[in-house]
């Protein structure tokens, strides 16, 4: 029987570090909780799950995967190395017996971050934190992972964990064009957690971000004109696409 993927209940829980310090834990249901580590620091994550519904659910036989091997039956495990994690057990849930497996969870080194274009946006490779340089100074406020620049000159982003940081080589912008700003409509907002994003035309990519840093959704659009999304925990959040003349950014409050 194929292992059944189960979204709401399933949750990984994980250090916030790529060391284990005690007491301090992470919850999520999204991979973009993946852990960026230093190449300098011994990693030791310690990976294990709780069902949310957990009265009513029995679990056995636990089984812990790296990069698709089994690695442990335990019910945890400490992660020392980096690659894919995910967990899977079986259960019985009312009318459902078989397996089921957890979301994958990646720990990866921080690496040197690159710069592409979109019109006269800059878009980092995806990060932890962000911080965007105009002729080696510091912009003040840049600290998204796209930076749309007004004018010519020499750019740079250095991105970072709360370890450690890599700066991007030097990108020079030599005639930037502003564009006609997309329409990017999100609704209802404020939002219970349910809320519909309709996408500027030539919208390529979506991506939410926490007003702490933290890639919540990183979507790949093929030909979709709206999408439904579902964020778990109240907040403010920023959504951005990606199109094909730029980057066009809205906030949406989420509060139950």
């Known amino acids: 029987m194929k292992a059944k993927v189960l979204f709401p209940i399933i949750l990984l829980f994980i250090t916030t570090d790529c060391y284990s310090k005690v007491g301090v834990t992470h919850q999520s249901n999204y991979s973009a909780s993946d852990l960026l580590c230093c190449e300098n620091q011994p990693i030791s994550v310690n990976l ?3 069902v949310e519904d957990g009265g009513d659910i029995v679990s056995t036989n636990h089984r812990w995967y790296k990069n698709g091997i089994l690695v442990s039956t335990n019910p945890s495990y400490i992660a020392t190395d980096t690659g894919t994690y995910y967990s899977v057990f079986d259960c019985n849930y009312f009318d459902y017996n078989g397996p089921y497996i957890s979301h994958s969870f990646k720990i990866s080194y921080i690496q040197i971050p690159t710069i592409t274009t979109h019109g006269n946006c800059l878009i980092s490779s ?4 962000y911080q965007w340089y105009y002729n080696d100074a510091i ?6 992972f796209y930076f749309c620049a007004s004018k010519y000159g020499t750019y740079k982003v250095i991105t970072s964990t709360n370890e450690c940081s890599k700066s991007s080589i030097e990108y020079i912008l030599s005639s930037p064009v502003i ?10 907002n404020p939002s219970t957690g349910n809320f519909t994003a309709k996408l500027p035309t030539g919208t390529t990519q979506i991506k939410i971000v926490s007003t702490l840093g933290e890639m919540v959704e990183n979507k790949i659009v093929e030909t979709e004109t709206s999408i439904d999304f579902t964020l778990m925990n109240d907040g403010i959040y920023f959504i951005s696409a990606v199109t094909d003349s730029g980057i066009v950014r809205k906030k949406i409050v989420v509060s139950r």
């Open 126 to 129: 995806d990060s932890r934190q």
């Open 139 to 144: 912009i003040n406020g840049a600290t998204l």
């Open 48 to 50: 294990f799950f709780y």
């Open 179 to 188: 564009p006609a700003q997309p329409d990017l409509t999100l609704f209802p």
